[in-house]
């Protein structure tokens, strides 16, 4: 398997500097993976926590990796190896990996996407392998603590119809949006947002949209004229010719809040215009940072430590300018 360490491999895990044997090993997964800032988030918890012997590390992993990965992670462990707790999930797995996991949470069920595992073993043996979704949570404490309190009765835009779109959907609906609007260039098929709605009760507006047509953004423009949340699920720079076609006349309601889940690079165009033009803004690091918070939780059992996890996550952005 490629990546930056051995899957389950106690020697890699081994903190820098240290000769310290790592007791409990976690990842985050994903294709590409190398950007994560995942890594810090979780190592400054355990920090907090006192757990000196966890390690969490960065693995790139691929679809034809996936199953072996997995079946690591459940296998019962060797004497003396560091004893694989759990995983954090991004692209492209959040959806693939579900028929491989032993159970998944009623929440990752209905959204049809996880973005954690947690291998729950008695002592040294097997691994019941469950997943979880926690960008549910994080994306709703990112509105929380951009704009309080959410708004009742609102109306919601989802750009995109992937996995983070399908979470989106749920963590709107719990902060009381009940008009919701996806706009994306494809919306249905398998692990797109209509099947999820559907899983969820939920009716949809929808708009297709092909980032850079002007007519499709036209109508995309209008669309946020209306809305008091607007979740951009957009890989980074696709919402440029958006930003640009807001920033030629486009208006917003008062205090509509815009969570972008792009965090690096940041500020991103549509964050930067949807400021300008007089919208609040949830930075994507927000729904990082509290999607990070509950997986901790799920993985040690502790109360996961925000403020130190907060401190480490904006050091790093710092970091990296």
């Not at 907090?48 to 790139?60: F, H, K, M, P, V």
């Not at 807001?246 to 690096?264: I, K, M, T």
């Not at 109360?303 to 401190?311: F, G, S």
Request: with cysteine; glycine share 12%.
């Amino acid at each position: 398997m490629s990546g930056t360490g051995t899957v389950g491999g106690p020697s890699a895990c081994r903190s820098a500097g240290s000769g310290e044997e790592p007791s409990h090993w976690c990842a985050v997964v994903g294709s590409p993976v190398g950007h994560s800032l995942s890594p810090v988030l979780h190592q400054a918890a355990y920090q907090a926590l006192g757990l000196s012997g966890w390690r969490y590390e960065a693995l790139e992993t691929s679809a034809a990796e996936m199953p072996g990965l997995v079946r690591r992670l459940s296998s019962p462990v060797p004497a003396g190896a560091a004893v694989p707790v759990g995983l954090s999930v991004t692209m492209p797995h959040k959806q693939t990996l579900l028929p491989l996991l032993d159970a998944v949470d009623p929440l990752a069920e209905v959204v049809g996407a996880v973005n954690t595992v947690v291998a729950q073993r008695a002592g040294r043996g097997e691994a019941l392998l469950t997943g979880f979704n926690t960008d549910v949570a994080g994306i709703s404490q990112a509105f929380r603590r951009t704009a309080t309190p959410p708004v009742a009765g609102a109306r919601a835009v989802v750009l995109g119809a992937g996995a983070t779109a399908c979470s989106a959907l749920a963590a709107l609906t719990e902060l009381g949006a009940t008009s919701l609007t996806v706009a994306a260039r494809r919306l249905s098929g398998p692990g797109r947002v209509l099947a999820a709605a559907h899983r969820m009760g939920l009716e949809l507006s929808t708009l297709t949209w092909l980032p850079g047509d002007p007519g499709q953004g036209d109508a995309l423009c209008a669309a946020l004229a209306e809305a008091d949340l607007v979740v951009s699920t957009l890989p980074a720079g696709t919402a440029d010719p958006l930003a640009r076609q807001l920033e030629a006349g486009g208006s917003l309601r008062p205090g509509a809040v815009l969570l972008d889940v792009v965090y690096d690079p940041w500020p991103t165009a549509l964050a930067t215009t949807w400021q300008r033009r007089g919208g609040l803004v949830a930075p994507g690091w927000l729904m990082l940072l509290h999607q990070a918070v509950a997986q901790v939780g799920l993985m040690t059992g502790r109360e996961a430590p925000v403020a130190e996890m907060d401190a480490a996550l904006q050091a790093a952005l710092a970091r990296r300018g």
